[in-house]
């Protein structure tokens, strides 16, 4: 998606969610209803973590090393 058609959908809500997300990932912030939406359609058994436990998962992984990274 580029930024022409984004304009011409007249979606301006759309562009700015993605410049957030694109920032808070440059500064490694993850996005946790991206996580919800990834599991709901490629794990619909798996349990989906709070944001809390999310956010705590995910600093723990990225300052301590812990977890296997990607799970697909």
Not at 38 to 64: C, D, I, L, Q, W
């Amino acid at each position: 998606m580029d930024l022409r058609s984004v304009m011409r959908e007249g979606s301006l809500s759309l562009l700015w969610r993605r410049l957030r997300e694109t920032g808070n990932l440059m500064v490694g912030l993850p996005d946790y209803e991206h996580y919800v939406a990834h599991n709901r359609t490629r794990h619909p058994g798996k349990k989906v973590m709070s944001r809390a436990e999310f956010v705590a998962e995910r600093t723990t992984r990225r300052y301590e090393g812990g977890g296997a990274g990607r799970c697909c």
